[in-house]
């Protein structure tokens, strides 16, 4: 039931910014956390964002600066504000739910390329 759906993923060069974003079909405060996560080919899936029902952020190291996760509670959407982009942030980048129960809702996953 739960849905999750990115979008704005695409083509970007070197320095560029890119704003992704992800509509849930239910409110944020069904969940107790909403994350962008990032796969690069050939490497492990790793946590990039994470915003908590309170409105807590975090980022991973190699983000920080550069990218802002945000939330719009009455469009239902999350954000993923990119900047300063580098070749390295190339990757699929998902959207994820954390649940009531801790369970983990996906999104289909949006394409990031930074190339020059």
């Known amino acids: 039931q739960v849905q999750l759906v990115e979008s704005g993923g695409g083509l970007v060069q070197p320095g560029g910014s890119l704003r992704l974003s992800c509509a849930a079909n239910?409110?944020?405060?069904?969940?107790?956390?909403m994350r962008w996560y990032r796969q690069a080919s050939g490497k492990q899936r790793e946590l990039v964002a994470h915003i908590t029902s309170g409105g807590t952020t975090d980022y991973a190291d190699s983000v920080k600066g550069r990218f802002t996760i945000s939330r719009d509670i009455v469009k239902k959407q999350v954000y993923l504000q990119m900047s300063s982009l580098k070749p390295e942030d190339t990757a699929v980048y998902y959207c994820?739910?954390?649940?009531?129960?801790?369970?983990?809702?996906w999104g289909q996953g949006t394409q990031v390329t930074v190339s020059s």
């Open positions: 239910r409110s944020f405060f069904s969940f107790n956390a």
């Open positions: 994820s739910a954390v649940g009531a129960t801790l369970q983990n809702y």
